[in-house]
């Protein structure tokens, strides 16, 4: 089950990065609300959420990966967070961003340094 988050999250992230977004629904996000847009605070959140699952993996004694996640898990989540804005700059309807891809970099890291922490203490 916590593999199929995994997939399912991960497949659910690009989709959202491909499909088309209204005007309406990219200007909403893309308010300064702080220091920094809407938007990237939802870059780095939707990445994030894979540090969830692996939490919740190793919660429910059925990690994510069993062996070597720290690895996997980056060999997975980095690229992913790279080609799903990258994949942005080739779709008519869609744009690339150069700091919405450091926020989902910023989102994977973060996961990518949780599961590298749980490992630590789950000696994984």
């Known amino acids: 089950m916590i593999k199929a ?7 659910t992230l ?7 977004m209204g005007n309406k629904d990219d ?8 220091i920094f847009r809407l938007d990237h605070l939802v870059h780095l959140v939707t ?11 190793l919660v429910v004694n059925k990690p994510v990966f069993a062996t070597l996640s720290t690895f996997k898990t980056a060999l997975i989540i980095a690229p992913a967070a ?3 804005e990258g994949l942005q700059k080739y779709l008519p309807y869609r744009s690339f961003n150069f700091t919405d891809l450091w926020f989902n970099l910023f989102g994977a890291l973060f996961t990518i340094g949780i599961v ?9």
């Open 47 to 57: 990445f994030g959420v894979f540090a969830w699952i692996h939490l919740l993996g």
């Open 116 to 124: 590298m922490c749980l490992n630590i203490d789950s000696g994984n």
């Open 82 to 84: 790279i080609l799903f």
């Open 27 to 34: 200007n909403a996000l893309n308010t300064s609300r702080a």
């Open 14 to 20: 690009l989709i959202f990065s491909v499909i088309p």
């Open 5 to 11: 988050m995994f997939w399912f999250w991960l497949l």
